[in-house]
């Protein structure tokens, strides 16, 4: 079993920044893809950016050039750094930890990001 603790969500102002965090404990397995995801209210959840544990990211297009997604591999933790943010960016934003020796994903509880204009 894998768990995922978030933290670092909250009310920021636009053009606010804010730096979301997940440390992941339990039985892991490298290799490993830790990301994030975001659920807007009435919407799908979407990847927001992932990193593997070689370093390969992804982001979406919209958040490319303000956020940054890092990893401290010795403590199995991911950050997401946002900045410059917008009011669509408000959503629920969980952590997914993924891998090759894995069954399925694993989902941290979810932290809210709320953006006001």
């Known amino acids: 079993q894998v768990q995922l603790v978030e933290s670092g969500g909250g009310l920021v102002q636009s053009g606010g920044s804010l730096r979301l965090s997940c440390a992941a404990s339990?039985?892991?397995?490298?290799?490993?893809?830790m990301g994030w995801y975001r659920q807007a209210p009435g919407k799908q959840r979407e990847l927001v950016a992932r990193?593997?544990?070689?370093?390969?990211?992804n982001y979406v297009d919209s958040v490319k050039g303000r956020f940054t997604i890092y990893r401290d591999n010795a403590k199995n933790t991911v950050f997401l750094q946002m900045n410059s943010l917008k009011s669509e960016n408000t959503a629920v934003y969980y952590c997914?930890?993924?891998?090759?020796?894995?069954?399925?994903?694993?989902w941290g509880q979810g932290t809210q990001v709320t953006v006001s204009t």
């Open positions: 990193m593997s544990s070689g370093g390969t990211i």
């Open positions: 339990g039985s892991i397995f490298s290799p490993i893809v």
């Open positions: 997914d930890l993924g891998g090759l020796r894995y069954a399925r994903d694993y």
